[in-house]
């Protein structure tokens, strides 16, 4: 095991905000877990100016880096330079590393290697001492029975998915804010408190899990939403395109 100090950014998906999982590569060649570079799959017209197709030899330095092309066919548009790409390429040595490489987690110094510290991240309660606002003298794990009352009614009102142009704060009663506004609301009166919470957006979401906690609240709905979903999707469509065009039209605001 490889005990070298890690810097978790260098190892987080830009898009979820997560550590990587199954890791791929774009031509320009930026990387993102697989699940997430699907929904950067664009039409492929014949004004496109893609990229040419990624090989191992755009990382010269990663011997391991592998040529099979997946999806060649398929542009993909990085969400971070904007490049397109005609397919795209398993990282290998990056999921040598997440396999290898052993760093602390944040919120109780247990080592683990990053594949095991990223389902580690879903469960682990941050142990700080200045944290009063909720019942640190509880010993349980589950973040839901941690939850005060107002932030169970919060939970519970986004789970039932009525609304979608207006959210409720997943860490205090306040309600009703917009999109942007939830982001600012978060920054400035929460960005110092446990993040992981229970996405209010997602939770309205016909894909979205209405149980999955996010492990930093605040960078998901920085990095994941960034504009008002009732604008943009049609919620009558298959899953598979209303996360492409939603996350096409996200990335046409940054």
Not at 28 to 46: A, D, E, M, R, W
Not at 168 to 191: M, V
């Amino acid at each position: 095991m490889d005990t070298t100090t890690i810097n978790l950014e260098d190892f987080t998906c830009s898009i979820c905000r997560e550590i990587f999982h199954s890791p791929v590569s774009l031509s320009c060649p930026h990387t993102y877990c697989q699940s997430c570079v699907l929904g950067l799959k664009k039409p492929i017209t014949l004004t496109s100016e893609s990229e040419s197709i990624p090989t191992s030899s755009l990382r010269i330095d990663s011997f391991s880096h592998s040529s099979h092309v997946h999806q060649p066919n398929q542009c993909f548009v990085c969400a971070i330079c904007r490049k397109e790409s005609l397919g795209y390429v398993r990282y290998r040595e990056l999921e040598n590393q997440l396999d290898t490489f052993e760093t602390s987690c944040p919120n109780c110094s247990i080592v683990f290697t990053l594949s095991a510290l990223r389902k580690h991240l879903e469960i682990c309660i941050p142990m700080r001492s200045n944290y009063t606002r909720h019942n640190t003298d509880s010993r349980s794990t589950n973040l839901v029975e941690r939850l005060s009352e107002s932030q169970t009614k919060a939970l519970q009102k986004a789970q039932q998915g009525e609304n979608r142009s207006t959210f409720q704060c997943p860490f205090c009663p306040r309600a009703n804010f917009t999109l942007n506004h939830l982001r600012q609301h978060i920054k400035k009166r929460h960005k110092n408190e446990d993040q992981r919470r229970v996405c209010p957006i997602c939770s309205t979401l016909p894909w979205g899990d209405k149980n999955m906690i996010s492990s930093n609240i605040y960078q998901h709905i920085k990095s994941r939403h960034r504009f008002d979903y009732d604008t943009y999707v049609n919620y009558e469509q298959d899953e598979e395109t209303m996360m492409r065009e939603a996350l096409q039209a996200s990335l046409l605001h940054q």
